[in-house]
């Protein structure tokens, strides 16, 4: 048997073609055995590092001034709807199955990544908007606000959005070590 194809079919690298003869006392056997190999690079290309950039970009929203939280989340919120595009558009190209592949995975830890992003950014927007409230509300009832007691406020939400950033990426290096092992 002689296969005359490309080596290269769709996602697969198709290897070396082989038979054999399998004779015993009760049947004969003909076996015919076609290697082949998943071609990554595709999946790397496509997946992979379109994710990693997406999520770098929710990510860099964080380091956007506080105060232009409308930036912030237009920029985390884009991030988000484009994986979910991107996983529907990896989805229609894998195989259906019933059960959670470890793509699926990958894409719903990102979701939730964008997700957490766009919730610290809400958080943060609403403890500052309350202190500002709080500051307004002093200057209101003819009491000047302390500047001190300001300063420390814009330090408390400062503290939050530097834990945020360090808390992404430990999180996500203890995934990517744990989805790659």
Known sequence: IKYNGPPIVGQFLIGSIHDRINNTDYQGEYVFVIPMSRLFTSQLVITFIPTILLLLFGYSTLFIDIERSSDRFMGAGTALLVMTTLLNAINGDLPKTSYLKLIDVWFVWHILNAFAIITSHTILDRIRKHFEKVDDDEIQTFHAPDDNRKNGR???????????????????????LIYFY
């Open 154 to 176: 814009n330090k408390l939400v400062s503290t939050v959005n530097r834990i945020v950033i360090i808390e992404f990426p430990l999180l996500n290096c203890i995934f990517y």
